[in-house]
């Protein structure tokens, strides 16, 4: 069995468990403890997702069948979990569907004394700290103490679609107060305890995925090279190993999600086509282009004549998985319509596990180099590292002590571009998932 497919499946019962405990004894005389797959074997087993064979062995370096795959995700499934877990099932359903329809395995079938709403959330709080220093300037020091409360509903409307939203309720802790006062282009002032940041229908069918209200998009590939926010409109993606994406929508000028780094503006209109080969499996080349079209007031000041309000950016991504654990990859996106700091360009190593969620022991650590020149920000801030308009190198390190508790470094030695200004960034982040 692949190490895909175990981790996969163990995700999908371990998110979703209320209470799980290894067995002490070794299910199996041929996975022994201490081999990568010991503790996922281990806990399939005890949840009766796997059997193994008669004379007690797992036998895994044999190639399974997809009859036999597709019986042991009914298995999960009729474990009803929930949240990431999911989300887990779902592809692998998605992917073994005429085997499972073979079985007189329906998901709704399995789901229907389940609850319609699914919650999950986080509970996240960050510290993070500058220092910028250059001739004529000085230092400067700025620090922050900033908290999230998030709750995602994900209703269940029937077999493909669902009904999707975020609500976040935010925390200074430098100034103790809850939510943050906010000045928009317009001259008025809000104070935000608890705002909705996404509300989207989502339908998923077989090799066709598609979104449409208020969702967020950051391609996984480019990592905010080019775009990293909240579209107002609609994602048409297709495809399985190879996927073609297309975005069109609006970007919000009152958003407090990334629109040029935090600048107002007018709203600004996106189309964004990408194509990229993004399965390679436990090892291979993954990659990708795209080209993002925008229109904005803004960009009147980036534009060759000073006069366009357009931004035309060709990105495109390449990398190299050597394992499950191990990736190298690159990115470079150009806007062919700025005058200058009309090109941008990352690169990084990541070595571990450590994903969206924290399962236990989870780990990654990672570093790179980034170049973010402000003319290719469509619209995207990516100030965990490397902020617009700036370069420099980077570091980070994630680790999970307990089940679904993250803890998260990053520290950031970069130069404002065109400039002798440095900005020094320390960042980090504790979550709570549930």
């Known amino acids: 069995m692949k190490k895909s497919v175990v981790s996969?499946?163990?995700?999908?019962?371990?998110?979703?468990?209320?209470?799980?405990?290894?067995a002490a004894a070794n299910p199996f005389s041929d996975v022994p403890a201490g081999h990568w797959a010991y503790n996922s074997v281990t806990k399939l087993a005890q949840e009766g997702v796997i059997e193994g064979y008669g004379d007690g062995t797992f036998l895994g370096n044999r190639n399974?069948?997809?009859?036999?795959?597709?019986?042991?995700?009914?298995?999960?499934?009729a474990k009803n979990p929930s949240g990431a877990s999911k989300a887990e099932l779902d592809r692998l359903a998605a992917e073994f569907r005429e085997e499972l329809d073979n079985l007189g395995v329906r998901v709704s079938e399995l789901e229907k004394h389940a609850d319609m709403v699914k919650w999950t959330g986080k509970i996240e709080y960050t510290y993070n700290h500058h220092r910028y220093s250059g001739a004529g300037t000085g230092t400067n020091r700025s620090t922050g103490h900033d908290g999230v409360f998030r709750l995602e509903p994900r209703a269940e409307v029937n077999e493909h679609w669902t009904a999707n939203a975020r609500l976040d309720a935010t925390y200074n802790g430098?100034?103790?107060?809850?939510?943050?006062?906010?000045?928009y282009r317009t001259g008025t002032t809000s104070h935000d305890n608890v705002k909705l940041k996404r509300i989207f229908a989502e339908g998923d069918y077989d090799k066709f995925n598609v979104k449409i209200g208020r969702f967020g998009f950051c391609p996984d590939q480019e990592d905010g090279l080019a775009?990293?926010?909240v579209v107002s409109g609609i994602d048409l993606n297709f495809g399985s190993k190879w996927k073609v994406d297309l975005v069109a929508g609006r970007i919000g000028a009152d958003s407090d999600e990334a629109h040029f780094g935090?600048?107002?503006g007018d709203d600004t209109d996106v189309v964004r086509l990408g194509v990229q080969y993004a399965d390679p499996g436990d090892k291979g080349l993954f990659g990708g282009v795209a080209y993002t079209w925008a229109k904005d007031a803004d960009y009147a000041v980036i534009s060759k004549d000073f006069t366009g309000d357009k931004a035309y950016v060709l990105s495109g991504t390449l990398g190299y998985r050597f394992n499950d654990m191990f990736k190298l990859w690159g990115g470079v996106a150009n806007n062919n319509k700025a005058a200058d700091n009309k090109t941008s360009w990352q690169i990084e190593a990541r070595y571990g596990n450590y994903g969206d969620y924290a399962n236990k022991?989870?780990?990654?650590?990672?570093?790179g180099y980034s170049k973010f020149s402000a003319s290719t920000a469509v619209a995207t801030d990516q100030g965990d590292d490397i902020a617009t308009g700036e370069k420099g190198w980077h570091i980070?390190?994630?680790?999970?002590?307990?089940?679904?508790?993250?803890?998260?470094l990053r520290y950031a030695d970069a130069k404002i571009i065109d400039t002798d200004i440095k900005d020094r960034h320390f960042w980090g982040r504790v979550e709570f998932f549930f």
Do not use: H
């Not at 499946?9 to 468990?17: E, M, P, R």
């Not at 430098?174 to 000045?183: A, E, L, S, Y």
């Not at 980070?396 to 998260?408: C, E, H, R, T």
């Open 8 to 22: 996969a499946l163990t995700t999908a019962l371990v998110v979703g468990a209320t209470a799980t405990t290894f």
């Open 64 to 77: 399974i069948t997809r009859y036999e795959m597709a019986q042991m995700i009914a298995k999960a499934m």
């Open 174 to 183: 430098k100034d103790d107060v809850t939510g943050n006062d906010r000045t």
């Open 227 to 229: 775009i990293d926010t």
């Open 262 to 264: 935090g600048a107002a």
């Open 361 to 367: 022991g989870d780990w990654a650590v990672w570093a």
């Open 396 to 408: 980070g390190a994630a680790y999970a002590p307990f089940k679904n508790v993250g803890i998260l």
